[in-house]
Each structure stands twice: as C-alpha cells, then as structure tokens.
C-alpha cells in the first residue's frame, strides 16, 4: 500500500503533484479571474479573520495571513489554537475564524473554535478529513482533498493547505475589489503550473540526500526566511525535529541579529529560504553574516541564480514561480531533507516517538 517507497512519508511527499491538481484543479477560473470555492459565505460580511490551527497546519494560517493582507487587504492573525482558546480574544459577528486540519479532530482546534463561535465568529474550516468533527461544527468548509495522510509527519497535507489559503485570499480579494483581474488572472496561470514545477522539484532528491549524507551528525540546524518564506522555515525545522530528532530552531531572517545570531559556528548548518522575491536581497546579506561567522549554508534559491552559489556551501534550486506561491514549491526540499537525514539516522520515519497522527487529548 505504499506504493513501492519506503515509507508513507516519502509517497506522500511524491503524491504532492497530483494533490495540488485536487486542490487546485477544478476551481480555477483563469478566464474570469476567479475561483469558485462553492462557499454560503458572504465575503463582504467580514472585516478579519483569525486562522487557528495547531502545528504544520497553523503555519499554513501564517502563511495565510500573509496572502490574505496583500490580495485582499484583510486584517488577518494566525495563532495557535492552544493559546487563543484560553486567551480572552477580541472577536465580533465580522470575525472570520478558519480551522486548519489535515485530520479534522485536533482537540485546540475544536475548542478553539468553539470559543471563536461563542463570541459570536463566523466560520470556516479547511480540511483535509471528510466528515471529521471539525467539518461538522464549521459553517463552511473548503476541503483541500490531498487524500488520506498516513505518515505522522504531514507534508502534502501542508502544501495543500498553502494552495487553499492562495484559493481563499484570491477569493476575498476577488470580492473585496482589492485584486484586479489581471494580477488574479496572472496569480492564476502560476498556480497551475505549481504540479508541474513540485514535479520537477522532487527531482532534486539525489542532491539533497547528498547534502543530508554531509550533515546528518550536525547536532543543531537553523532555518531562515522572510515575508512568505518565514512560515517555509519554521514547518522545515519542525519536519526536521519530528522525524530526525535533531534539534532545529527557525527564525524570520531578520530577527537572527537580534540573538540567534550567537549560536551560529562552523557545526551549525543554516538553511535559508533564499529564493526570487521582494526581499531577496536582505536575506542575501543574512546569508553573509551566516558565512562571516563560520555558519554552513544550505540555501534553497530560484533556478538561474548563480550569484547564490558563490555564498552558499549548497544550493538546492526550484523552478521559478510567483513569489507569493514560492513556499508551495521551496518546502518540498525541506521534506525531503528531513525524511534523508531521518532514513540516514535509523529513525522510524512514519512512526516517530512520542507522536501521533491526530491529538485528540490536550
Ligand atoms: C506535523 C504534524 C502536526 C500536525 C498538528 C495538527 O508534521 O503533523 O504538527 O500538523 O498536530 O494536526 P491537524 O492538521 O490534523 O489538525
């Protein structure tokens, strides 16, 4: 039932192609500029949303919110739904909550939401599992249809989740009249190409298992990123942790001056979300003060970059895309990084310690 791979994990980071299509697929309008995402909700109805979401899935909501506040100029916050159900949350009947689930029966979840409905929150759930708990306590839901997910540690469920909020903040900015026709058009025309480019990045195993061979005994790792890419970074130092055990940490590269900065020498590898965008050139300068101190980068950047490679120690390329859907390409590296260096360190990759598939005790 795997497939002929190894492991779940490792199907699961191959069927990310053809999830995507699922996803996306059917709901993209190109002509139009639209998608049609069949929800009751009015998008005019609502003034901001809190995405809550616990783990992988509450980084797709930071990613989310990101997405949400460029297209559609929607206030928008991601939290942790074990924090904001035991806070006392400003919520009104504008609020849109939205749950993010791969397996629709995360506990904070669920009582996250129902402390967002109780002051009054409309809601939406995007969701992996049909008919899980979630699904049935949401007003609507936007299923990200990645299938079933069997490997604990979540990988196309997490891409999936990126392509449903890219879905969501086109919508919105469609309604809102913050997006025009032409950019969603063009926003539109990258999405579909995102199956094939996640196609042409799994092609990259060969070099990341090489550099996973390199630094496999490193004791620590640090991943960097900015803007759109800080949410790529944290879910790469989690996979790493989940399946390796190794001990990883993630920053918004900008924030490694201000402390992190210190724990960086010659035994510390740093991945860097380095690719195309706005910012690239500031995280650029936060690859130099990684080298200047000893620090060993592994960068992931857009393909032609040829600047990188002079100041990185590895490159992994991926295939150019809108940098607002770069994270849906750049991560899948980071997945693979962590099944090699986990399959390297004799770990039970589908079954890491102390883990399970849904939490469903707090
Ligand atoms: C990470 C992972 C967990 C889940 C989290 C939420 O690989 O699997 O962090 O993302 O427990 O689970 P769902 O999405 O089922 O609510």
Redesign the pocket.
Known sequence: EKGGFPHYMLKEIYEQPWVLENTLGGRLQEEAGEVALGLALDPLAVERVHFL?????AYAGWYGKYLLEILARLPAEWEVASEYRYRDPVVDGKTLAVV???????ID?LEALREAKRRGARSLGVINAKGSTLTREVEDVLYIHAGPEIG???TK?YTAMLAAMALLALWFGRARGTLAKEEAQRLIREMRKLPRLVEETLERRPLVAHIAEKYHQARDFLFLGRHVQAPTAYEGA??LK?ISYIHAEAYPAGEMKHGPIALIDEHLPVVVLATRGPLYEKTLSNIQEVRARGGKVIAIATEGDEEISKLAQDVIYVPEVHPLLAPIVSVVPLQLLAYEIAVLLGRDVDQPRNLAK??TVE
């Not at 979401?53 to 899935?57: H, I, Q, V």
């Not at 993010?100 to 995360?106: D, H, M, P």
């Open positions: 979401a616990c783990g992988t899935a993010i689930s791969q397996s629709g029966e995360t979840t604990v540690a979540s469920a989690l996979k989940e849904s939490v």
